[in-house]
């Protein structure tokens, strides 16, 4: 019976502590859904969703190292110049400190920029800003892996 109660209670301390190192806190799942929605926007090319997730003071830094404001990035995606076909992120990890959160994560995809059909390996780093109770897309800097 002291066996049965042991080896219970070890799987229960071992079950909370999996699940305390895997958890979110509530600002932090707010930054992963922005992350989502900004991923979602740059799929769809929509010039509203890409203004709606971006700061007005946005710079946007691609691993051949051109960086654009928020003007161009969105003209350069809307009018298809640059166009992600499907985007996995994966390894991502986020810090939130008051109003501004560091994302990082891999990024592979696949493109078809100007009709040109390709894939990318990046790795990113994103820093998003609290304004007016939403989170921002301040800058991205990409990285070739």
Known sequence: ????????IICLLLLTLTRGVNAQSKP??????????????????????????????LSYGHSSGKVEDKATFIKTLVSGKSDFVSIDLTH??????????LVRHQLSGTTNDNGNPGTVKLGILLVWQKQ?????????QAYKL
């Open 1 to 8: 019976m002291m066996q049965r109660r042991s080896f219970f």
């Open 28 to 57: 932090e799942a707010q930054v992963a859904a922005a992350v989502e929605t900004f991923k979602n926007a740059l799929i769809s090319g929509e010039r509203k969703a890409l203004e709606a997730i971006v700061a007005d003071g």
């Open 92 to 101: 991502q990890t986020i810090q939130v400190t008051g109003k501004t959160a």
């Open 132 to 140: 007016r109770g939403q989170w921002k897309l301040l800058a991205r």
